[in-house]
């Protein structure tokens, strides 16, 4: 891997896959608990999760640049592409987790793409690497509260920590109109409240 040897094992992996990604053209980005670290109160992961726009002319040059260093399944990556869901890579190394979700599994997912923000990662030399926005996590994190029966506290604790460190800076608007599409408006409405 690339990243420099100081850079957590989570986020040299992440690296490293986003890195293969983008040699064949595949737009993604980096959320989760790395992207929730980024734009709010970090905490550790052994968890990778990116949003990829894979179609199936990708799966076969993917699998083959992965499968020396990952153990990787080309049918759960063939059966992602067609059915808008995730499929996970392992790194042989490390242990960490790569879940890569096919963009078009949630309707925020084109915009999401579009708005990621370019990270650099490590010193010898750096990498770029692309993450979720601040809004974009916040709402991911707020769809997997609601998805998780609204009882993780680690899902609310990384809301909370994303919103008190982005305060302002964050686009009201375009949560609200997200959050509109996802069916999460109560949640953000909760954490979010109105201000004058």
């Not at 989570?10 to 993604?28: E, F, N, W």
Request: aromatic residues 4%; neutral net charge; charged residues 25%.
């Amino acid at each position: 891997m690339s990243a420099s040897d100081s850079t957590p094992d989570p986020l040299r992996v992440a690296a490293h896959v986003t890195s293969i990604l983008g040699q064949l053209g595949v737009s993604c980005s980096i959320g989760g608990s790395l992207a929730s670290s980024l734009s709010g109160e970090p905490r550790s992961t052994l968890d990778v999760d990116i949003v990829v726009a894979l179609e199936a002319s990708h799966v076969a040059p993917l699998v083959s640049a992965l499968e020396d260093a990952f153990y990787v399944n080309r049918d759960a990556l063939e059966r992602a592409v067609r059915t808008r869901s995730s499929a996970n890579l392992i790194h042989v190394a490390t242990s960490v987790k790569v879940d890569l979700f096919v963009a078009g599994g949630t309707v925020i997912d084109t915009d999401l793409l579009q708005r990621r923000l370019t990270v650099f990662v490590g010193d010898k030399p750096a990498i770029r690497v692309y993450v979720h926005s601040a809004e974009d996590i916040l709402l991911q994190k707020l769809r997997w509260y609601r998805m998780g029966g609204e009882t993780s506290d680690r899902q609310w604790r990384d809301v909370i920590g994303i919103v008190r460190v982005q305060g302002n800076r964050l686009d009201r608007e375009y949560l609200a109109r997200q959050a509109a599409r996802l069916a999460v408006t109560d949640l953000l409405t909760r954490v979010l409240p109105t201000t004058e």
